[in-house]
């Protein structure tokens, strides 16, 4: 999948709130001229009025994305925490999720997303993928893996 870089794939990053992480994935995004400067505002924005968490049988993760005009180049950011970063249950419909892993989707039309995020759902509902994803041991094992999915 073309939105899916190498670059943008993520075992480093230490944030300890979603803050933080947005923080950190702005100054990555910023650097590689993937988003606008307006992106770390609307994000987090986005995220406290329509929340990304979502809990799976074996797996807490968080899609926090924005709206397309904050976006220079599309991607998709993937982010395997270290520790689990709590967000907010999607649509507020439930507990407060730790996501282990995070996808950032900078899409710039809208239309792309709803087949990104069912793929992403299938990805996630499915124990094994789950567990390769745990089990991987750098960034280009899981692009790896996240390619094989996605395609």
């Known amino acids: ?13 230490t944030p300890i709130t979603s803050d933080e992480l947005f923080m950190q994935l702005e100054r990555e995004l910023s650097s590689k001229n993937y988003i606008q400067d307006t992106w770390h505002d609307a994000i987090v924005e986005r995220e406290k009025s ?3 968490g979502l809990g799976f049988e074996s797996v807490g993760i968080a899609i926090p994305h924005t709206d397309p005009i904050h976006i220079k180049n599309p991607y998709i950011a993937f982010i395997k925490l270290k520790e689990p970063v709590v967000f907010d249950f999607m649509a507020g419909a439930g507990d ?11 899409i710039q039309h809208e239309e792309d997303q709803v087949g990104l995020l069912q793929q992403l759902m299938g990805i996630f509902a499915d124990e094994d993928c789950v567990e390769a994803l745990r089990n991987a041991s750098d960034e280009d094992q899981i692009f790896d893996l996240l390619e094989s999915y996605l395609a």
């Open 50 to 52: 329509y929340p990304t």
């Open 1 to 13: 999948m073309s939105l899916l870089k190498r670059e943008l794939v993520y075992t480093t990053l």
């Open 96 to 106: 407060p999720v730790s996501a282990e892993f995070v996808i950032n989707l900078g």
